[in-house]
């Protein structure tokens, strides 16, 4: 099955016309519903996201793309980077270091909360998927400062996505580097209790970096095929991850993905997938496809409430359920 360009957008042939017609249909039943989110604005730059978009980009492990509805707009990862920093953790340090400072548990808090940590011994963050985690993740990873780690952060994203010009917002960087009073709260707090060693700051200048790479739907549809796949590229052809590595990640993603929404999406939906407050979720199906959704509209919980409606529909349309 071949991929052609017409009229911007990437769409099969053959059998392809069922997947792209379902995405059609998606975006334009769940935008309505849009307007019921909220943007994040505790990061003031993305207070000024446009709430009404909405797009969404699928790959098959065999190397073709559909997309439909606003997946070009741009938008940064957020703690969908969090996946991309585990992945070359896990990679450079190895499981049992890794897994050695950071739990595997999901957690009912909000993915910022400090309550479980100061509540519960040991103190160490429940998973590498919320904050406290992604934060004592980065610091685990063998770079001198926060350039060059955040450059094999980025290196990483790089192919994962295939866009070797992926790069980092820097307005939002900017904006969340200047207001994030409570992820600083995390790392000291991390610190005082052994869990966090290294320079505070320099170790949080590169989380809030990785967090503004900025991506589009598409990029994060070859994000998710890729580890769907156990860690090849299907349109590079590179070996970026192992298949080892990918199936921790997605493990981790089925159960952590989504924060203290994780289960009730589990129920819903079914498959791996990680959302962050730019509005991004990214999605892998074992074997099958990789989807991309953007919609900065966000429920309560900080998940965009666009693309979990449009996950849910694609899911039981095209039978993608794996849990």
Do not use: C, H, W
């Given at each position: 099955m071949n991929t052609e360009v017409l009229n911007g957008r990437l769409e099969p042939h053959g059998d392809g016309e069922l997947i792209s017609k379902v995405l059609e249909t998606v975006v334009e039943q769940v935008r309505p519903c849009t307007s019921r989110g909220s943007v994040a604005t505790y990061i003031p730059e993305l207070g000024k996201q446009d709430k009404g978009l909405l797009g969404i980009a699928m790959a098959s492990?065999?190397?073709d793309v559909w997309v439909a509805g606003d997946w070009d707009s741009p938008f940064t990862m957020q703690s969908i980077s969090k996946v991309v920093s585990l992945g070359l953790a896990l990679t450079e340090m190895g499981e049992e270091r890794v897994f050695s400072r950071v739990g595997v548990d999901p957690t009912a808090d909000p993915f910022n909360s400090i309550m479980r940590l100061e509540m519960v011994a040991p103190h160490r963050p429940q998973n590498p998927l919320i904050n406290a985690g992604a934060i004592v993740t980065?610091?685990?990873?063998?770079?001198?400062d926060s350039h060059s780690r955040f450059a094999a952060v980025r290196d990483l994203a790089r192919r994962l996505?295939?866009?070797?010009?992926?790069?980092m917002d820097e307005a939002v960087y900017v904006s969340e580097r200047d207001t994030s009073d409570r992820n600083r709260a995390l790392a000291y707090f991390l610190r005082s209790v052994g869990a966090l060693e290294g320079d505070i700051e320099d170790i949080l200048d590169s989380y809030f970096r990785q967090c503004s790479l900025r991506?589009?739907?598409?990029?994060?549809?070859?994000?998710?095929?890729?580890l769907a796949s156990g860690g090849v590229n299907p349109f590079s052809g590179e070996r970026v991850l192992s298949s080892k590595v990918c199936r921790i990640m997605r493990a981790l993603m089925a159960t952590c993905g989504l924060y203290d929404g994780s289960g009730e999406f589990a129920v819903r939906v079914g498959v791996p997938a990680k959302s962050g407050v730019g509005g991004g979720i990214v999605a892998s199906v074992p074997m099958r496809y990789g989807i991309g959704t953007f919609g900065p509209a966000l429920d309560p919980k900080g998940n965009s409430l666009g693309g979990i409606m449009m996950?849910?529909?694609?899911?039981k349309e095209l039978s993608l359920r794996v849990l």
């Open positions: 492990v065999q190397g980065l610091s685990l990873l063998p770079y001198p996505t295939g866009a070797m010009d992926l790069d991506v589009n739907a598409k990029d994060l549809a070859v994000m998710g095929v890729t996950l849910e529909r694609i899911s």
